[in-house]
């Protein structure tokens, strides 16, 4: 997986980012936090964007890339919506009279388009704004795939060290 996202995955982000963003939105429930859900959909379709592309121009399926983001959709928001904890209303009595009530804190936004959004010229922000977002969700699908080589690096690596010591120990012992 190549450290840039191609422009046909950015061309397909920018696409889609709009009504994925507002399923995501109604999916959890407010637009404001819809950036919990819709990143990680769209870094599932980058970590698999060189098997759909080949789909669609090898196999003949030209809706493969867009099948797969429906069924990451609805996997993820499954997902989400088995994670989410119910909010409790908790009361402390103190003796000044008031009942402080505590909520758990908002989460922080999730990605990093979303929070150099503010910053971008207004005209420039639905044209970065895909570019933003496909950079990041390809960066996260690069990075996962890195570390899953790595892992199977090291776990090679072990099973090679552990299959000398056997040779050895089995040359030692005849």
Same mark, same amino acid.
């Given at each position: 997986?190549?450290?840039?996202?191609?422009?046909?995955?950015?061309? $397909?982000?920018?696409?889609?980012?709009?009504? &994925?963003? /507002?399923?995501?939105?109604?999916?959890?429930?407010?637009?404001v936090d819809a950036d919990q859900?819709?990143?990680?959909?769209?870094?599932?379709?980058?970590?698999?964007?060189?098997? &759909? @592309? =080949?789909? /669609?121009? /090898? =196999?003949g399926r030209p809706a493969a890339?867009? @099948?797969?983001l429906h069924d990451a959709f609805? #996997?993820?928001?499954?997902?989400?919506?088995?994670?989410?904890?119910?909010?409790?209303?908790?009361?402390?009595?103190?003796?000044?009279?008031?009942?402080? %009530?505590?909520?758990?804190?908002?989460?922080? =936004?999730?990605?990093?388009?979303?929070? =150099?959004?503010? $910053? &971008? %010229?207004?005209?420039?922000?639905?044209?970065?704004?895909?570019? +933003? @977002?496909?950079?990041?969700?390809?960066?996260? +699908?690069? @990075?996962?795939? #890195? /570390? #899953?080589?790595?892992?199977?690096?090291?776990?090679?690596?072990?099973?090679?060290?552990?299959?000398?010591?056997?040779?050895?120990?089995?040359?030692?012992?005849?």
């Amino acid at each position: 997986m190549d450290g840039h996202p191609p422009a046909d995955y950015v061309a $397909f982000v920018a696409r889609h980012l709009e009504p &994925l963003r /507002r399923d995501a939105a109604r999916v959890v429930g407010d637009e404001v936090d819809a950036d919990q859900l819709y990143p990680d959909v769209l870094t599932d379709v980058a970590a698999r964007w060189r098997w &759909l @592309e =080949l789909m /669609r121009t /090898r =196999l003949g399926r030209p809706a493969a890339a867009d @099948e797969y983001l429906h069924d990451a959709f609805v #996997r993820r928001s499954q997902r989400w919506r088995s994670d989410q904890e119910p909010v409790l209303d908790i009361q402390v009595w103190r003796t000044d009279g008031e009942t402080p %009530r505590w909520r758990p804190p908002r989460p922080a =936004l999730s990605n990093a388009a979303t929070r =150099l959004a503010p $910053f &971008l %010229r207004p005209a420039a922000r639905g044209e970065v704004g895909a570019v +933003a @977002e496909a950079a990041v969700a390809w960066w996260h +699908a690069y @990075e996962a795939s #890195r /570390r #899953r080589r790595i892992v199977a690096g090291v776990v090679g690596g072990l099973i090679l060290v552990a299959a000398a010591l056997r040779a050895q120990q089995a040359g030692v012992t005849t």
